[in-house]
């Protein structure tokens, strides 16, 4: 099988490939593709294509509807970088706190023979609070925010959560001290910190703008680290020129960002931690060699995870639109022929869904084209 690799891929998670893979930068008709930040919008989609793995957790790159539309399934590595991206985060609560950057700025213009009586005089113009004790929001409290959360907890911070779609597994592992907040407007009002964890959604667009901003504590302190246009730029610009915003982090510099007062522009660091790059290769592979050769999704963010041990003569894995009398349209055509379905399962996301059929024997192509015509069906894959 091809895969194709859109950017470079660390050496380890390539390393988890075998022989049966041929790796290449351009290749005619790839199985599968890895990308990290490459455009695949503008790209034609081979109808080879039947996986489609990021290493990293944001997809904005990738074409998910026109993905599914064609029967491939998009993954992504949830966690994988969430370590790095953290310690990103408490790094940026102590810069927006103390004045480390324009500090170090001003050491570096001191000269002469008495560059520590200077350091004395001048240092009280870069005094900022402390953070052990002061209120922190988490907008997200997915694997980063939750680290972010128990972290800043540790470090005496009163933390407050927002998330309506909290996973079962986030709320396990999030500390127990962290005050879950019933509505966003809580975190706007309590906090004196607010740190951004959320996906960019229509929901969430500008979810910081003048109207969220007002309702902010005066000189509240707002770090992004998550996607640029959850903030509105217009809007913090003029929050920070009035005072009312006190400092502004973000990991996504533009060019209104560069030159707002009191913002702090980082060059998109939050993963960039050879662990996290790593971490996504080794995870965005495994999760590809696992749909290709088993069927199984794992991490899909436009198909539902569905995973099941392979232990029969023959797999079939169909990807469909969630739509009525799917599952038994597909196994009268199986049964039909006399072959037993010794498995079946079947999952929805969205308008889409995925069932694998595990037989106790072959089936011949004219079965398979039979379920590939049924009304709904995007794809259909045989695993033997």
């Known amino acids: ?36 930040s490459a455009s695949l919008h503008d790209m034609e989609l081979p109808a080879s294509l039947q996986a489609v793995a990021r290493a990293g957790a944001g997809v904005n790159n990738i074409p998910l509807d026109a993905c599914a539309e064609k029967g491939i399934v998009v993954f992504n590595t949830p966690g994988a970088n969430a370590n790095a991206v953290k310690e990103l ?3 940026a609560l102590l810069l927006a706190s103390r004045d480390i950057i324009g500090g170090v700025e001003w050491a ?24 052990m004790g002061k209120k922190l929001g988490i907008i997200g409290l ?7 959360a128990n972290a800043a907890q540790h470090l005496g911070m009163e933390v407050y959560g927002y998330d309506p779609y909290i996973s079962l597994q986030s709320a396990w592992n999030l500390n127990h001290h962290v005050s879950k907040a019933a ?84 060059p998109h660091l939050g993963a960039s931690t050879p662990e996290s790059e790593d971490n996504c290769a080794v995870m965005a592979v495994k999760e590809l060699r696992d749909y290709l050769e088993n069927g199984n999704i794992t991490n899909s963010v436009n198909y539902p995870n569905v995973s099941t041990p392979f232990n029969s003569a023959l797999r079939i894995c169909i990807c469909h639109r969630n739509i009525p009398n799917m599952l038994s349209a597909l196994s009268a055509i199986v049964s039909a022929v006399g072959v037993n ?11 889409y869904a995925y069932t694998l059929i595990d037989c106790n024997e072959d089936i011949g192509d004219r079965v398979i084209d039979a379920l590939a015509a049924v009304d709904g069906v995007l794809r259909v894959r045989c695993i033997r």
């Open 89 to 91: 985060a408490i790094s």
């Open 1 to 36: 099988m091809k895969i194709q690799t859109l950017n470079k891929i660390a050496k380890i998670g390539l390393d988890g490939f075998d022989q049966k893979y041929e790796i290449c930068d351009t290749c005619d008709a790839p199985d599968g593709i890895l990308v990290r």
């Open 341 to 351: 379905i010794e498995n079946l399962l079947n999952k929805s996301k969205g308008d």
């Open 108 to 131: 570096k213009t001191l000269t002469g023979d008495d560059v520590a009586k200077q350091v004395e005089k001048g240092k009280s113009q870069f005094v900022g609070p402390e953070i």
């Open 183 to 266: 509505d966003i407007n809580d975190v706007f009002t309590t906090c004196d910190y607010i740190c951004l964890h959320a996906p960019l959604t229509a929901e969430t667009k500008h979810c910081i703008n003048k109207d969220s901003i007002a309702l902010m504590k005066d000189g509240v302190r707002i770090l992004n680290l998550s996607r640029a246009d959850l903030v509105n730029d217009d809007d913090i610009s003029a929050a920070l020129e009035s005072g009312k915003v006190a400092k502004y982090v973000t990991d996504f510099p533009n060019t209104k960002t560069l030159t707002m007062k009191n913002a702090i522009p980082i």
């Open 142 to 148: 997915g694997a980063i925010g939750v680290q972010v």
